[in-house]
Each structure stands twice: as structure tokens, then as C-alpha cells.
């Protein structure tokens, strides 16, 4: 039955996307960032729905007369000069097993640069937020409730084959989409859809948590600081806060206070030790090969026996930092820092430019809430 109706949905949406091209990216987002099809266990689960409405869509582009066009600001051309890296370090890759991920990352950018020629005015922009905050919301409110049916002794997880399947991935995209929940309790008028959003931020607080993710934790507590800063209701947001992240502590159980507090005995923890191992490497590799890393999927058996100081302890990075390190090189890894730095400086020069212009406010809002994800997501890559 699961089947069925994702293949309807997908299906009954493709003559919107041939009429209305911004449509296929809110239909793309949705099947990325929910993964629908993960969640049914027949023909569908996979079935390329994906790359049907992203045929569809570029096919609606080329094909309608609307007025496209992307202003290249220095964050879109830096963005430009990151893919074009990206594809440099591919050519010089150490291993033949980088085709998988070099293939999602050119997917996912061409839908980046999608997004930014067609979600071009608030209506879309919004109906990208609400998207956002439903497929990921979805895994908030579902692993909230799991967490207080279990009493929160179980990990979350996200949809099997997806990007965010591991707690860990998991913890950080629930982490990155609160700001936008919040934006939808700032901006929302009807009171009823306010506290829904609420609701579902409270629930992914919760699940965030429940996914004992350290990096969850770490980056939800840096969030909070920054989203207090950013909020226009301080008192408000101070109150929300407030009252949620100790009643949302209390419930956990013992053994999750435990983990967290391994962060300040990481020398004694296996995981953490493995992951310094796995840092080690990258640092090493990098200064062998400075210029353009190993290319994608690096961290490999393989290369771990030649340049881990433990080659028998084979760990992922769990670092968006030491992974770029090691898969682009210094280089890669400065034009990885610049974009992020001068993406938080652009969302803050549009949130002063903007509040001046009232009919504007709505974006000025955005790009306060972006800072706070974009945040969340340098200290919880990290």
C-alpha cells in the first residue's frame, strides 16, 4: 500500500513539474529529504523516483518561458569554484571506488543551482521551508514519540539507503531544520499551525537527543545560544528554551548522561579514539598529497594500512573538516571553510539589508534562522 501511494504522489505530480518547473524542486526535496520510498518495502523502496522528477524538472526548464536567471554574488561563484575543485580532486582520486559519491555530489549541486534560478520569491521560498520542515519534521515527531514510548533507551535512526540512515547524520539534519521550525512559529499567522511547529520542535529536540549522538548534543547546545541571539522574541524564545532543554534532560535515561559526559573522557571511549585515528589519517594523507587529498571515498582498508597511525582500527571521520581534508586537500579544505564563513556573512548582510524593507521582513527572519542552522552544522559536522 506504501508503494502504491508514494509511485501516485510522484506520479499525479509530474504535470505540475512540466507546468510549474519550481515545483520539481520541492517534489526533489521531498524525496531526498524524507525518502518516502525508504519507508515502503516493496517495488518502490528502489525505484528511481528521484531521477524522474529531476528529468522532468530540467526538462520543464528548458522548455518554459519564465524568466531564469541567478545573480552571481561571490558566495555563488566560490560555490562554482568548490564544484569545479571537487571534480579536480575526482581526476586525481587514489582509489576507483569515488564514482557512488562523486555521482550524488554532482546531482545534489545541479539541484542547488536548481533552486537557486527558480525559488525566487517568497511564496516559493516558503513552500521550500514548509518542505524542509515536513520531511524532516516527519523523523522528528516520529522519533520523539518512539523516545518517550521507550523511555529514550534507544537510538533513533533515519529511513534505510538514505543519507541521513546513521543517528549521527540523523541528529545533525534534525539539528539544522529547528531554525526553520522556529521560523514557521515566528512567521506563521494562524495560531493552531504556530503551535504545531512548536510541537514538532520540541519533538525533534527530543529525538535529536535520542539519537546519543555527541555532535548532536554539542551542536544543539550551540544553537540554542545563537537561535536566542538571532530570535526578535527573546523573552519568548528564552521561555521555550527554558522550559524544554531541562525537562528534555530530565528524561533521559542514565546511560545517555553517560555518553555525553565521555566527550570530556574521550581517552577511555573506543568510538572517540577511533575517530582521532581516522583524523590522523586524513592528516597525514593530506600532507602527502597537499594540493588535491585522495578524491572521494578515501577512507578505505586500503589506505588506512599506509597512513593510519593504527591501520587496524578503521573508522570513518565522522568529520565534515577532516573528510574534506582528506578527500581535497588543503586547498579543497580552505575553499570548504571560506564558503561556509562567507555563506553565514551573506545570510547576516541580508538579514540587516532586508529588515529595512518592510514588506522584506519575512527574509530578513530567514536569514537570521539560516545563520543559526549553518551553525549547528559547522559544530555538529565537526
Given amino acids: 500500500m506504501r508503494d502504491v501511494l508514494v509511485f501516485m504522489l510522484v506520479l499525479g505530480s509530474l504535470p505540475m513539474i512540466v507546468m510549474r518547473p519550481w515545483f520539481g524542486i520541492i517534489m526533489w526535496c521531498w524525496l531526498s529529504y524524507m525518502n518516502p520510498h525508504r519507508l515502503a518495502w516493496g517495488f518502490a523502496f528502489d525505484f528511481p523516483f528521484a531521477q524522474v522528477v529531476a528529468l522532468t524538472t530540467m526538462a520543464s526548464i528548458v522548455l518554459s518561458r519564465e524568466k531564469k536567471y541567478i545573480e552571481f554574488t561571490p558566495l555563488v561563484g566560490l560555490w562554482v569554484v568548490w564544484v569545479l575543485w571537487m571534480n579536480v580532486t575526482t581526476y586525481f582520486a587514489l582509489d576507483d571506488t569515488w564514482a557512488k559519491n562523486y555521482d550524488r555530489m554532482i546531482k545534489t549541486m545541479l539541484f542547488g543551482f536548481l533552486t537557486v534560478l527558480l525559488m525566487n520569491d517568497e511564496k516559493r521560498v516558503r513552500a521550500l521551508v514548509w518542505v524542509t520542515v515536513i520531511s524532516l519534521g516527519f523523523f522528528g515527531v516520529k522519533g520523539g514519540i518512539f523516545s518517550i514510548l521507550s523511555g529514550g533507551n534507544y537510538l533513533v535512526w533515519g529511513p534505510p539507503g538514505s543519507f541521513i540512515e546513521g543517528n549521527n547524520e540523523l541528529g545533525l539534519a534534525l539539528v539544522m531544520t529547528i531554525p526553520m521550525m522556529y521560523y514557521l512559529f515566528q512567521t506563521e499567522k494562524h495560531?493552531?499551525?504556530?503551535?504545531?511547529?512548536?510541537?514538532?520542535?520540541?519533538?525533534?529536540?527530543?529525538?535529536?537527543?535520542?539519537?546519543?549522538?555527541?555532535?548532536?548534543?554539542?551542536?544543539?547546545?550551540?544553537?540554542?545560544v545563537f537561535l536566542w541571539a538571532k530570535s526578535r522574541k527573546k523573552m519568548v524564545t528564552a521561555v521555550i528554551l527554558l522550559a524544554a532543554l531541562p525537562a528534555i534532560l530530565w528524561f533521559m535515561p542514565e546511560h545517555w548522561i553517560e555518553r555525553m559526559e565521555s566527550i570530556q573522557n574521550y581517552k577511555q571511549d573506543e568510538s572517540a579514539m577511533g575517530r582521532i585515528n581516522a583524523w590522523m589519517f586524513a592528516w597525514n594523507l593530506a600532507l602527502d598529497h597537499p594540493m588535491v587529498g585522495g578524491g572521494f571515498d578515501t577512507f578505505?582498508?586500503?589506505?588506512?594500512?599506509?597512513?593510519?597511525?593504527?591501520?587496524?582500527?578503521?573508522?570513518?571521520?565522522?568529520?565534515?573538516?577532516?573528510?574534506?581534508?582528506?578527500?581535497?586537500?588543503?586547498?579543497?579544505?580552505?575553499?570548504?571553510?571560506?564558503?561556509?564563513?562567507?555563506?553565514?556573512?551573506?545570510?547576516?548582510?541580508?538579514?540587516?539589508?532586508?529588515?529595512?524593507?518592510?514588506?522584506?521582513?519575512?527574509?530578513?527572519?530567514?536569514?537570521?534562522?539560516?545563520?543559526?542552522s549553518l551553525v549547528g552544522y559547522a559544530v555538529g559536522g565537526a
Fill in 191 to 224: 495560531v493552531w499551525v504556530r503551535r504545531g511547529a512548536l510541537i514538532m520542535m520540541a519533538s525533534s529536540m527530543l529525538a535529536a537527543l535520542t539519537t546519543h549522538s555527541r555532535g548532536a548534543f554539542i551542536a544543539m547546545a550551540a544553537m540554542v
Fill in 300 to 372: 578505505t582498508p586500503r589506505l588506512f594500512m599506509v597512513y593510519a597511525p593504527d591501520p587496524t582500527d578503521f573508522h570513518d571521520a565522522h568529520s565534515i573538516y577532516f573528510e574534506v581534508l582528506a578527500e581535497h586537500g588543503f586547498v579543497g579544505l580552505g575553499i570548504f571553510l571560506a564558503l561556509g564563513g562567507l555563506a553565514l556573512i551573506a545570510a547576516g548582510h541580508n538579514a540587516r539589508v532586508c529588515r529595512k524593507v518592510p514588506e522584506l521582513a519575512w527574509m530578513s527572519d530567514l536569514n537570521k534562522l539560516i545563520q543559526v
